[in-house]
């Protein structure tokens, strides 16, 4: 039976519940915070725990309480996951910036040259998708074309958007530390990218 669930429920009568159930150690928080349900009311079924704490004020008062003592070791169980979370992306952007080091001190031009290209590339994909939707508009307003051509913008507005969203981490990524870069003298740079 999932627990997730009845946590969540359980989570109406003390709300800080829901802050510990996200992520990876969602299971385990639940597991926890079911198990004190239970020992509370002395139910052996989670749902039927539940019920009881439903039920019965007293029960519900004393899970409160229960859930007070063991606030400090559910919150360490988020705290793991988050911490787990933040060390992952730390060493994802430590690749990444490993890896443009690794282009920027690159001999080969198209190693270093392909970041500022995607950069123009994604300018000028921007300049003709702005174009496409004007020539849409003056089309119906001024030449008569037919209206359902306005139709076919939202599809084609969507799609631009995807891969001009795939292209902004790259851009993001390379104008904030070329940022770093220029805006620090003592960083070597031949300026090749």
């Keep these: 039976m999932p627990l997730i669930p009845i946590a969540m429920a359980l989570a109406n009568f003390v709300p800080m519940i829901a802050n510990?159930?996200?992520g990876s150690k969602a299971a385990d928080v639940a597991t926890k915070v079911v198990g004190i349900a239970q020992q509370v009311t002395g139910q052996s079924a989670p749902?039927?725990?539940?019920?009881?704490?439903?039920a019965d004020p007293n029960l519900e008062l004393?899970?409160?309480k229960a859930m007070l003592d063991q606030q400090v070791q559910l919150a360490q169980i988020a705290a793991q996951q988050e911490e787990a979370e933040l060390s992952a992306?730390?060493?994802?952007?430590?690749?990444v910036n490993a890896t443009m080091q690794v282009e920027?001190?690159?001999?080969?031009?198209?190693?270093?040259?392909?970041?500022?290209?995607?950069?123009?590339?994604?300018?000028?994909?921007g300049l003709l998708?702005?174009?496409?939707?004007?020539?849409?508009?003056?089309?119906?307003?001024?030449?008569?074309?037919?209206?359902?051509?306005?139709?076919?913008?939202?599809p084609m507005l969507g799609s631009m958007a995807g891969i001009m969203g795939v292209q902004t981490?790259?851009?993001?990524?390379?104008?904030?530390?070329?940022?770093?870069?220029?805006?620090?003298p003592r960083v070597p740079t031949d300026n090749r990218g």
């Design 169 to 184: 981490a790259v851009l993001g990524i390379a104008s904030y530390f070329r940022g770093k870069m220029q805006a620090d």
């Design 62 to 64: 004393q899970f409160k």
């Design 129 to 154: 998708t702005s174009l496409v939707v004007l020539m849409a508009y003056v089309g119906v307003m001024y030449f008569h074309v037919d209206a359902n051509v306005l139709s076919y913008l939202p």
């Design 89 to 95: 992306d730390t060493t994802d952007a430590q690749t």
């Design 20 to 22: 510990w159930l996200g």
């Design 47 to 54: 749902d039927a725990a539940l019920a009881a704490i439903q």
């Design 104 to 125: 920027a001190k690159a001999d080969h031009w198209p190693t270093y040259t392909w970041r500022p290209f995607v950069g123009f590339c994604y300018g000028v994909e």
